[in-house]
Structure formats: structure tokens, C-alpha cells
């Protein structure tokens, strides 16, 4: 993770390489491997599950394998605070989750930890949210962050935007 101060305000930059993109790259290859056999299996056949059904499903996961592959490898985030507005963007793949908020609209930002059961136990996730000035809150990145990054990411953000940190309910205790 990088923070850059500019002369419009503060640039923090995440990349998404991780182990898991480069896990998913033998599978990338495999599935593509096994689109390029698969015409040889249906040759010949007739029923329409097997020649038509199978093999649109099996294109259609391998196209979204391989674009998570590229985008966990190739992708960052980048949250751009200026005075004016505060944005989170993905890319260079399109991604969703991009989004930007007037700062005018805002009152507080903050962190969240989500718990979920998993095969391999609990699986926590920290994200930092927004409380907007009607009241409203919503999430304003989800990274896959370890705890003292997103509030890393919360204090650098309220540093550059001179807001007061308080404490917001449900928030992640510092």
C-alpha cells in the first residue's frame, strides 16, 4: 500500500497481487486446456445437454476465471481525497465498487469488521465506511485489509480532510 500527498490532496494506492492470484493462475490454464479438448468430447453427439448446454457453461467460468486471474493480478485501488470530494476507483480491469462522495456530505469515517463461518473457521474482513451528515452510513472500500490497515486508510483520510475522529457505533475499536 503507497500514500502519495499531492497538490489536490492524498493518493492511497493498494495493489491486489496477492497469493491467491498467483494460485489461480494454474487453473486459469487448466480450464483453458480443457476448453480446447472439449469440441473433441461432444464430436459426434447428439443430445443437447452434452454439445450445447455443457459447453456455454464451461466458456462462460472460464472467461470469469480468467478475468479474476488478470484482475488480481493486474488490478489496484486507488482512494483519491481531494478537498471536494473523496473516490474510490478499481482498475485498470473494470471492477465494481467505484464510487465518490461530495465531502461535503460527509461526517465520519470509520471501520468495520464482518465475521463469516467458513470450511477453514472464521474468516473476519475489514472495511471502511462512511457516516454521511443525513445519518446514513455505507461502505466506502472493502479490500480484504488486515485490521490496522483499514484504520490506517480511516486515519489518513480524516487527517487529510481535518476531520475529528469520533466514535462511531459498531465500529472496529482501535
Not at 455443457?54 to 485501488?77: E, Q
Not at 473523496?86 to 465531502?103: C, D, E, F, K
Not at 474482513?125 to 483499514?150: F, N
Amino acid at each position: 500500500m503507497s500514500l502519495e500527498q499531492t497538490a489536490n490532496g492524498l493518493v492511497i494506492t493498494r495493489q491486489w497481487r496477492s497469493p491467491a492470484g498467483l494460485l489461480m493462475i494454474p487453473l486459469s490454464i487448466l480450464w483453458i486446456v480443457v476448453l480446447i479438448v472439449l469440441p473433441s468430447f461432444t464430436k459426434g453427439r447428439t443430445d443437447p445437454m452434452i454439445t450445447l448446454v455443457i459447453p456455454v457453461m464451461h466458456v462462460t467460468m472460464g472467461i470469469g476465471i480468467s478475468y479474476l486471474t488478470l484482475a488480481h493480478l493486474i488490478n489496484r485501488t486507488r482512494i483519491i481525497v481531494t478537498h471536494s470530494h473523496v473516490s474510490v476507483a478499481h482498475g485498470p480491469l473494470p471492477w465494481p465498487g467505484n464510487r465518490s462522495v461530495a465531502t461535503a456530505q460527509i461526517n465520519q469515517f470509520f471501520c468495520k469488521e464482518f465475521r463469516r463461518r467458513t470450511n477453514q473457521g472464521l474468516q473476519k474482513r475489514y472495511q471502511v465506511w462512511v457516516l454521511m451528515s443525513d445519518g446514513t452510513q455505507s461502505k466506502l472500500v472493502d479490500l480484504g485489509l488486515a485490521p490496522e490497515r483499514a484504520l490506517y486508510i480511516e486515519q489518513q483520510i480524516e487527517m487529510a480532510l481535518n476531520i475529528q475522529d469520533r466514535e462511531v457505533p459498531d465500529e472496529l475499536p482501535r
